[in-house]
Each structure stands twice: as structure tokens, then as C-alpha cells.
């Protein structure tokens, strides 16, 4: 039988404990998700990277066939791939890009809120490099 009041002292035995680190696995994982959910919440706005808001039209049509797209903002900027120019590069690219192809449809993406001489000012620039159409990208809007 052993005697509970053994006076023997219990021996702990010592923690083989280094230096404390951080583990990054979990850190990683963290930081990716996050990443996926900026991701996947970001709205991209269209793919020329300027924000327009168009007007709207009930009477929009589709137009199928080549097409050479100005975009103006709401300053009155013109933008053509996504550079900035001016009237007179507007005509000299709509006579290159009509040379050869006179069925080409210029497009102009104008935000609802441009100045309508801005607008004249691009038409105008348009038909003197030999523009034949020239249309205006609208929103189709719903019936009333």
C-alpha cells in the first residue's frame, strides 16, 4: 500500500517551448479572401473605363456593321480609345478609318449632361472627315 503523504515532490516535467512565432498560413488565407471578395463586390464600369451617363430613347434602334465610337464626357472631353483629343484628331481619324470603308457608322457615346454645342462641335468634326452617319448611343427606355 503507498502512503498518500509520500514525501517525494512531484517532478513537472520543463516546456521545450522556442521562441514564439506567428504562424502566416492563416494570415495568407485571410488576406486572399478578402482579396477574392474586393474582387468580386467591385463594380467595373464599361469597358472603356469612362462613366457616361446616357440618355435615354424610346425610339433606339440597333445598328449592326462596322462602327467608330467617340465618347464625351460630361466636361465636354472627347475620347477616342480611351485617350483624350481634340477636333481636329476627330477628323483626321474618321478619314483614316473611313478611307476604303464608307459604310462605317460613327457612334458617340455623350453623357446626358454635355453641353449640346460640345456635341455639334464632334458632329461637325465628324462629317468633315466624310462622315455619311452619325448616331447618338442612347439607353432604351421603357414605354410609358
Known amino acids: 500500500m503507498t502512503d498518500l503523504h509520500d514525501p517525494t515532490p512531484i517532478r513537472i516535467p520543463e516546456l521545450q517551448a522556442g521562441k514564439p512565432e506567428i504562424s502566416m498560413a492563416p494570415l495568407i488565407d ?3 479572401l478578402l482579396l477574392i471578395f474586393f ?3 467591385t463594380i467595373f464600369p464599361d469597358e472603356r473605363g469612362l462613366l457616361i451617363e446616357r440618355p435615354s430613347s424610346t425610339t ?3 445598328l449592326s456593321g462596322k462602327q467608330l465610337r ?6 465636354g472631353r472627347v475620347f477616342y480609345h480611351n485617350s483624350r483629343i481634340d477636333p481636329g484628331q476627330i477628323t483626321r481619324q474618321v478619314r483614316e478609318q473611313l478611307s476604303g ?3 462605317v457608322t460613327i ?3 455623350v453623357d446626358r ?3 449640346t454645342a460640345a456635341l455639334i462641335k464632334v458632329m461637325d468634326a465628324c462629317r468633315q472627315g466624310g462622315a455619311v452617319q452619325v448616331g447618338i448611343v ?3 427606355a421603357d414605354n410609358p
Not at 467617340?70 to 466636361?75: H, K, Q, Y
Open 39 to 41: 474582387v468580386a463586390t
Open 113 to 115: 449632361r454635355t453641353a
Open 107 to 109: 457612334l458617340l457615346e
Open 101 to 103: 470603308r464608307p459604310d
Open 70 to 75: 467617340f465618347v464625351i464626357d460630361a466636361g
Open 138 to 140: 442612347t439607353e432604351m
Open 30 to 32: 485571410v488576406v486572399f
Open 60 to 62: 433606339a434602334e440597333s
